[in-house]
């Protein structure tokens, strides 16, 4: 079945960096973008990034921008998302989302990233 | 960036008993918005896309309307396992933005 699963997430101080991954299957990773959203404890959702389905073009959300990369292992069929310079302001659950143009049909069950001293 | 406006921030209602929530954007959307339903330590899930279509397996008593600014999710007979948080988000243009939400409480 179509499943994403992420996995990264834990406990970093401010300052720190993470890599956040998101394993695909049960569809043909290539032929779709992918994104990245969070959600903040008790919070609503904040779209983060963007890949597309070859690469080719990537999106950050102004929160980020500067401090994410996005990436995507075809061999894998995998994406990524490096976080850097984190911030108390970046916990949250984060979840990756298959993108089909824009609405986000398949999710992930998301992986908790805490930011800490 | 477009920010998106949904009321009522909670609903309270009966199961069997209808609903509508609301999403409104800041600019036209044009039809590019999705609805997502969020139950408890889960995470979303895609009801609704372009304004209307409903996602595959979401059953017919779920039904979104609106085009530009203002839209509409309806749910014709509540059933116990709709009581959840909704969220609309447009993506008409970047950054992708969300609702606030609208919690379901019966």
């Known amino acids: 079945q179509v499943q994403l699963v992420e996995s990264g997430g834990g406990l970093v101080k401010p300052g720190g960096s993470l890599t956040l991954s998101c394993a695909a299957s049960?569809?043909?990773?290539?032929?779709?973008?992918m994104s990245w959203i969070r959600q903040a404890p008790g919070k609503g959702l904040e779209w983060v990034s963007y890949?597309?389905?070859?690469?080719?073009?990537?999106k950050h959300a102004d929160s980020v921008k500067g401090r994410v990369t996005i990436s995507r292992d075809y061999v894998k069929n995998s994406q990524y998302l490096q976080m850097n310079s984190l911030r108390a302001e970046d916990t949250a659950v984060y979840y990756c989302?298959?993108?089909?143009?824009?609405?986000?049909?398949?999710w992930g069950q998301g992986t908790t990233v805490t930011v800490s001293s | 960036e477009i920010v998106m406006t949904q009321s009522p921030a909670t609903l309270s209602v009966s199961p069997g008993a209808r609903a509508t929530l609301s999403c409104r954007a800041s600019?036209?959307?044009?039809?590019?918005l999705a609805w997502y339903q969020q139950k408890p330590g889960q995470a979303p899930s895609l009801l609704i896309y372009?304004?209307?279509t409903r996602a595959t397996g979401i059953p017919a008593r779920f039904s979104g309307s609106g085009s530009g600014t203002e839209f509409t999710l309806t749910i014709s007979s509540l059933q116990s396992e709709d009581f959840a948080v909704y969220f609309c988000?447009?993506?008409?243009?970047?950054?992708?933005?969300f609702g606030q939400g609208t919690k379901m409480e019966i």
């Open positions: 372009r304004a209307s």
């Open positions: 988000q447009q993506y008409n243009d970047w950054p992708y933005t």
């Open positions: 600019q036209s959307v044009s039809t590019n």
């Open positions: 989302a298959r993108d089909l143009g824009g609405y986000l049909d398949v």
């Open positions: 049960g569809f043909t990773f290539t032929d779709y973008s």
């Open positions: 890949i597309s389905s070859g690469s080719s073009r990537t």
